[in-house]
């Protein structure tokens, strides 16, 4: 069975950073696109980043480019999001999401998904 389970989630101070990480288990990730999506109180889901499982490429969110970096060990089943000078406006939880075809970084595009993880950043 398909699970992703995130973790690295937590309070921080504003230009602060935290790396999120994504661990899948019952698949081999080596096939998998991977998101990374945010629901800040009061929101819907957002597209924070994706990479796929093909080549590699990557897309960002205009509002954490140059901030956010996503990357993948598929040795280790693993996805992480690497975040620096996180603002107050990146609070939120955190989901991975995985799916076989990437098309767009958006949630209906993701059939996949983990529990989350909670972004706090707050002085």
């Known amino acids: 069975q398909l699970q992703l389970v995130e973790s690295g989630g937590g309070l921080v101070q504003p230009g602060g950073s935290l790396r999120l990480s994504c661990a899948a288990s019952?698949?081999?990730?080596?096939?998998?696109?991977i998101g990374w999506f945010r629901q800040a109180p009061g929101k819907e889901h957002e597209g924070v980043s994706c990479?796929?499982?093909?080549?590699?490429?990557?897309y960002y969110a205009d509002s954490v480019k140059g901030r956010f970096t996503i990357w993948r060990d598929n040795a280790k089943n693993m996805v992480y999001l690497q975040m620096n000078s996180l603002k107050p406006e990146d609070t939120g939880v955190y989901y991975c999401?995985?799916?076989?075809?990437?098309?767009?970084?958006?949630?209906?595009?993701?059939?996949?998904w983990g529990q989350g993880t909670q972004v706090t950043v707050s002085s």
């Open positions: 990479i796929s499982s093909r080549d590699g490429s990557t």
């Open positions: 019952g698949f081999t990730l080596d096939y998998y696109a």
């Open positions: 999401a995985a799916d076989k075809v990437f098309r767009l970084c958006v949630p209906y595009s993701f059939g996949s």
